[in-house]
């Protein structure tokens, strides 16, 4: 678990978001894009999947590191006993889910229109480099 944090940690620095993702509006936003290495970060491979879920488990994301087809909703589910919520870190690539919208048992989908590279936190318990994190890889 150290190491995932390590390799997040080092994965902030360059990142470069643009805007990108869609909660389900009509408003698209461009791709996101990285300048950032992300060899030796595990993604599982959801690439065959139309809909993923991640869930926040009490200080972790799970699974933390994802690859998903353009098109694909991804169901975030409180899936602990805490609060949390799940922030982007380059504001605006996606619709944060606050805290009041994410009570333990909740699930509150998002979809990712846009092939690029999309990190985010929660905040009650991370940053974008420590604790909970993770990152949504959207390919063609």
Request: hydrophobic letters at 35%; proline letters at 3%; aromatic letters at 8%.
């Amino acid at each position: 678990m150290r190491n995932r944090s390590l390799r997040a940690a080092l994965l902030v620095v360059g990142v470069v978001l643009a805007a990108g993702c869609s909660n389900g509006s009509d408003d698209k936003g461009a791709a996101a894009t990285t300048t950032v290495d992300l060899k030796g970060l595990e993604f599982e491979d959801m690439t065959s999947q139309k809909t993923v879920e991640v869930k926040a488990v009490d200080n972790n994301f799970e699974p933390q590191y994802e690859t998903v087809k353009k098109g694909t909703v991804v169901n975030f589910k409180n899936d602990g006993r805490n609060q949390h919520n799940v922030l982007s870190v380059d504001s605006g690539a996606f619709k944060d889910i606050e805290t009041d919208q994410f009570d333990p048992g909740t699930t509150v989908p998002v979809t990712f229109d846009k092939a690029g590279v999309y990190q985010y936190y929660c905040s009650l318990h991370g940053t974008p480099s420590k604790g909970m994190n993770g990152i949504i890889k959207v390919v063609d």
